[in-house]
C-alpha cells in the first residue's frame, strides 16, 4: 500500500463548479499535513497547509480526519486557472531535523469555460 | 528574490554518458532535497541535506547516483553513467528548517 494516495483523476469540471479532493494516508503517526498545486511542465509550489481544525483559504477549504487518516481539498467556484495537479502531501514522525515530505501521486483537475 | 536556481533545464544525453544536475538553494535555506518525478511513479524523494551534510539518501535508486553539496549554496547530482530508465524531471528544493519547500524549475533529463 502507497504512503499517501489519491484519485488521479482527471476531473473535469464546468467554471464556478465546486470540486472536493481526498487523498488517504497509511501511517497515522504522521504530524502534517499540506496541499502542493503543481501546473503543467511546472515545480510544485505549496497551495495551503492542512490544520486539525480545518482551515480555509478564500475559495479553498482544507480538513483533515485523524481518525479516517485522509485530508481533503475543497475548491468552491472554480476558476480556469485552478486547472492543475493537486498533490497531497504528508510529513511523517520526523527522523531528523529538515522535514521530509511524502507526495501523493497526484489528482488532475480541468476546469472547463 | 531568487527563488532556487537549477541548471540545465533541459538535458539530452546518451546512454552512458555521464549527467551533472546543479542546484542553488535560497539564501539562508539550510535544508536542500532532491527530488525525481516521473508519470509512473510520481514525485520521490532521493536524498536531502541538512547543513550541507547528506540526512537521508534511502530513495537514491542506485550506485550510479551520487550528490554532493560542498557549501550551503551549491549541490550536484551525478549519474554515472546514465541509462534510458533515468529520464525524469529532477527537482530541487529548498527550505529554511522546519518551512516550507521552494521547488526549483527542475532540469527534465532524457537519456537515449
Known amino acids: 500500500r502507497k504512503e499517501v494516495e489519491q484519485d488521479p483523476g482527471p476531473f473535469n469540471v464546468p467554471e464556478g463548479a465546486t470540486v472536493a479532493f481526498n487523498c488517504t494516508y497509511s501511517?497515522?503517526?504522521?504530524?502534517?499535513f499540506f496541499w502542493y498545486r503543481q501546473d503543467c511542465r511546472k515545480e510544485p509550489k505549496l497551495l495551503m497547509s492542512?490544520?486539525?481544525s480545518g482551515n480555509e483559504d478564500g475559495r479553498f477549504t482544507a480538513q483533515l480526519n485523524r481518525a479516517s487518516q485522509y485530508i481533503s481539498l475543497l475548491i468552491r467556484d472554480s476558476k480556469l486557472s485552478d486547472s492543475a495537479t493537486y498533490l497531497c502531501v504528508v510529513i511523517p514522525i520526523s527522523s531528523g531535523s529538515a522535514r521530509q515530505l511524502t507526495f501523493g501521486s497526484g489528482t488532475q483537475l480541468t476546469v472547463l469555460p | 528574490d531568487a527563488g532556487v536556481i537549477q541548471s540545465p533545464r533541459h538535458e539530452v544525453t546518451e546512454m552512458g554518458q555521464e549527467v551533472t544536475l546543479r542546484c542553488k538553494p535560497i539564501?539562508?535555506?539550510?535544508?536542500l532535497f532532491w527530488y525525481r518525478q516521473t508519470m509512473m511513479r510520481g514525485l520521490e524523494l532521493l536524498i536531502y541535506f541538512n547543513n550541507n551534510v547528506p540526512i537521508d539518501d534511502s530513495g537514491m535508486p542506485e550506485d550510479r547516483f551520487s550528490a554532493k553539496m560542498p557549501n550551503a549554496s551549491f549541490s550536484t547530482l551525478k549519474i554515472q553513467p546514465s541509462e534510458p530508465r533515468d529520464s525524469a524531471v529532477y527537482f530541487c528544493?529548498?527550505?529554511?528548517?522546519?518551512?516550507?519547500?521552494?521547488f526549483g524549475p527542475g532540469t527534465r533529463l532524457l537519456v537515449l
Open positions: 501511517n497515522s503517526a504522521s504530524q502534517s
Open positions: 539564501s539562508g535555506h539550510n535544508s
Open positions: 492542512v490544520y486539525s
Open positions: 528544493a529548498s527550505s529554511a528548517l522546519g518551512e516550507t519547500q521552494y
